[in-house]
Nanobody, 122 residues
Framework: QVQLVESGGGLVQAGGSLRLSCAASGSGFSINAMGWYRQAPGKQRELVATITSGGSVTNYADSVKGRSTISRVDAKNTVYLQMNSLKPEDTAVYYC???????????????WGQGTQVTVSS
């Protein structure tokens, strides 16, 4: 089994910064793409940013482009999201996602973390 554990959320004032981390644990797998999604109260979950294996290609939602940077350290099975110039509308639960190759099953699966709350006060 594969588990994703996020950390780094919290309460920050508008204009501040936060760095989210997500580490994958388990055995018998390798990670393809990873990403961050968020869900605000009363809204659907939306993509924030994704990054391919090796980190060569990244993709950002327009709402965070220029303010956020996604990165990963494959040796640690960890993905990060650095968020700067935070706005109240960034308030949401942030979820980590990983597309994982399970070697014994010879198939790819999507895994999600439990979510971490980010609250930006005005």
């Amino acid at each position: 089994q594969v588990q994703l554990v996020e950390s780094g959320g919290g309460l920050v004032q508008a204009g501040g910064s936060l760095r989210l981390s997500c580490a994958a644990s388990g055995s018998g797998f390798s990670i393809n793409a990873m990403g961050w999604y968020r869900q605000a109260p009363g809204k659907q979950r939306e993509l924030v940013a994704t990054i391919t294996s090796g980190g060569s290609v990244t993709n950002y939602a327009d709402s965070v482009k220029g303010r956020s940077t996604i990165s990963r350290v494959d040796a640690k099975n960890t993905v990060y999201l650095q968020m700067n110039s935070l706005k109240p509308e960034d308030t949401a639960v942030y979820y980590c996602n990983a597309n994982v190759r399970r070697w014994k099953l010879r198939a790819d699966y999507d895994y999600w973390g439990q979510g971490t709350q980010v609250t930006v006060s005005s």
